[in-house]
């Protein structure tokens, strides 16, 4: 807020060379925090998974990350994709669902005002329960890639999920070659 006003200011002055460095550093500004918010994230989850202390959890989640950066980010794309379809459907299945039930209890009343809050609700909880959904994925990740790393867990790792990562890891070596 504080570079918006200044922004204003520069503007009022009519000083465009500070309106343009001003937006420059309100982009810089967002970027960084932006990477802070997906840091701090993925620092807590190594924290729980882990029992580390937050500083050392971000620094093995930083590393973690950069080690399997292509992994990181088709599951990003992939999770942002699924998000998007749960979200979508929960608000449209609880819109028409509730079209459907105000017209079959009261055909009579305009459903307009309660469809709206329905889908109101509809948005909140989506949202909701779509961020946990994000936080699952991630941290399932997470675990993955740290008994992976590890060597250890082959317990508790579900032999479908066994074959692909062997079969995943000889194609790797394979093109190493």
Known sequence: YLMKYFEKQAQAQKNRVMVLVLKAVQCCIWCFEKC?????????IQTALLGTNFCVSAKKAFYLILRNVLRF???AVLGDVIEAIGFFSIVTGTGCIGYMLMRLMHPDVSPFVPLVVM???AYIV???YM???GLAVDTC????LAVEEMGTGGDYIPELLKSFISDNNRQIEGGKD
């Open 119 to 121: 889908l109101a609700v």
């Open 141 to 144: 990740l997470q675990c993955f």
């Open 126 to 128: 989506a949202r909701l």
């Open 73 to 75: 980010g088709t599951m």
């Open 131 to 133: 961020c946990v959904f």
């Open 36 to 44: 802070i918010k997906f840091l701090n994230k993925n620092a807590y």
